[in-house]
């Protein structure tokens, strides 16, 4: 049973860090890629960040590029989003999702092409 779980969230002030962890379990992390989108209250879910099976290939949202970094740690089947420079735009509930392809497709791709979600974790950036 492919299971995604996240965590890692919580308030931080704006400026502040976070790293999320998406915890894999049920396939084999090693050969899937794995996709981060947000979604804000009475927005569309948006994606975020993805990452290849093969660690070389990343992608991100404009929007998070240059702040955001995505890894994996396939030994402890986790992927993780690491945050900095958060602003209040990036307030949001974080998700973890995959497809269970190898590659991300060139780009994070849209929510509707993931067919596993985790339940979600909640940033909030605010002073």
């Known amino acids: 049973q492919v299971q995604l779980v996240e965590s890692g969230g919580g308030l931080v002030q704006p400026g502040g860090s976070l790293r999320l962890s998406c915890a894999a379990s049920g396939f084999t992390l090693d050969d899937t890629a794995i996709g981060w989108f947000r979604q804000a209250p009475v927005k569309e879910r948006e994606g975020v960040s993805c990452?290849?099976?093969?660690?070389?290939?990343?992608y991100y949202a404009d929007s998070v590029k240059g702040r955001f970094t995505i890894s994996r740690d396939n030994a402890k089947n986790t992927v993780y989003l690491q945050m900095n420079s958060l602003q209040p735009d990036d307030t949001a509930v974080y998700y973890c999702?995959?497809?269970?392809?190898?590659?991300?497709?060139?780009?994070?791709?849209?929510?509707?092409?993931?067919?596993?979600w985790g339940q979600g974790t909640q940033v909030t950036v605010s002073s």
């Open positions: 999702a995959t497809r269970l392809f190898r590659a991300c497709g060139g780009s994070v791709g849209a929510a509707r092409m993931y067919n596993y």
């Open positions: 990452i290849s099976s093969n660690n070389n290939n990343t």
